[in-house]
């Protein structure tokens, strides 16, 4: 559709719209989350900072990324270790034992930490089966 009234020499039209990177998520948030959650959030603050870290078009590194790597990096920690403690817990429930006093939130823990890492590989395979393919396009054009 053309405007009427602009000038003859801006009455062309645009052939196609311009395209806007989508804004880089904020890690900052889960990991300041995870820092009061005992560290639930983390791992999931740490994947999005890596990410940051790996994105080459996200030049300067935002500061709230560096912050964020280190608050995550303690609570991921923190999680991690939160599950080694219940892992008594969670074998003994595995061979057959009566469960203990924590044996159902080590469970529940477990299985969101499998969860999780399932998720982190399918998001890094997939962000890296893109960028793959944008640089197959690259190269042919």
Not at 111 to 136: E, G, M, P, Q, S
């Amino acid at each position: 559709m053309v405007n009427p009234y602009s000038p003859p020499s801006t009455a062309s039209t645009a052939k196609a719209e311009a395209s806007r990177a989508p804004a880089p998520s904020k890690p900052l948030i889960p990991a300041v989350i995870g820092l009061f959650t005992y560290g639930s959030s983390s791992p999931y603050a740490l994947v999005l900072c890596i990410e940051h870290y790996l994105d080459d078009n996200l030049k300067p590194k935002p500061i709230s990324t560096h912050f964020a790597t280190v608050l995550a990096l303690l609570g991921t920690f923190g999680w991690f270790a939160l599950n080694i403690f219940y892992l008594p817990q969670v074998l003994s429930m595995i061979t057959g034992e009566p469960l203990g006093m924590y044996g159902d939130i080590g469970v529940m823990c477990w299985i969101a930490t499998c969860i999780f890492l399932l998720w982190a590989v399918w998001r890094f395979t997939r962000l890296y089966r893109a960028r793959i393919t944008d640089n197959a396009y690259e190269t042919n054009a």
